[in-house]
């Protein structure tokens, strides 16, 4: 499909870490792949209109010279046959179908920014409502830490109270 979609495909994760950034690309990358998605839907009709075109060429040109194609009897599937194994039909139809499929890859990358969209909206949520415990997921830090830290502390100061009350 292009550079262009490379580039999208690469930046369509989500770094919990550096949320802000993500969230400050978003617009831009969505904006990418929606006008992607429109260039590659207007690469697709434009496919159509072509192959509409071949089909049409080629049919009149079967029905006005018949015997150069090799048509002996004009009947309508005599000329849907030539029209459908000529190679510039053929051509047309390969053009159309490589339209449609970069067609249908762009449609799945801009949904695919939409579910990003909300994903970094959900992880903003869950940040803001301090969910991780702080920017950090993996390891000991935020109040996951700092509770078990608080624990530790409090089992050494349990410890130290109970010998010197026993000694006493």
């Not at 051509?91 to 449609?100: G, I, K, P, R």
């Amino acid at each position: 499909m292009g550079l262009g979609t490379e580039y999208l495909r690469q930046h369509l994760a989500i770094h919990i870490e550096s949320l802000h950034t993500d969230a400050a690309e978003q617009p831009e990358l969505a904006c990418q792949a929606g006008e992607l998605y429109a260039s590659c839907q207007a690469k697709s009709r434009q496919a159509k209109l072509h192959l509409d075109s071949v089909l049409a060429t080629v049919e009149s040109e079967v029905r006005a010279e018949p015997a150069k194609f090799g048509v002996i009897k004009t009947t309508e599937n005599a000329i849907s046959t030539v029209v459908t194994l000529d190679t510039r039909v053929k051509a047309a139809q390969q053009e159309l179908a490589a339209a449609e499929r970069e067609s249908g890859e762009a449609s799945v990358l801009y949904t695919a920014y939409d579910h990003r969209r909300a994903m970094l909206k959900l992880e903003g949520d869950l940040y803001i409502s301090n969910y991780w415990g702080g920017s950090h997921v993996q390891g000991q830090t935020g109040q996951a830490a700092t509770a078990g830290r608080l624990l530790q502390e409090q089992e050494l100061e349990d410890a130290r109270t109970h010998r010197h009350s026993g000694s006493a």
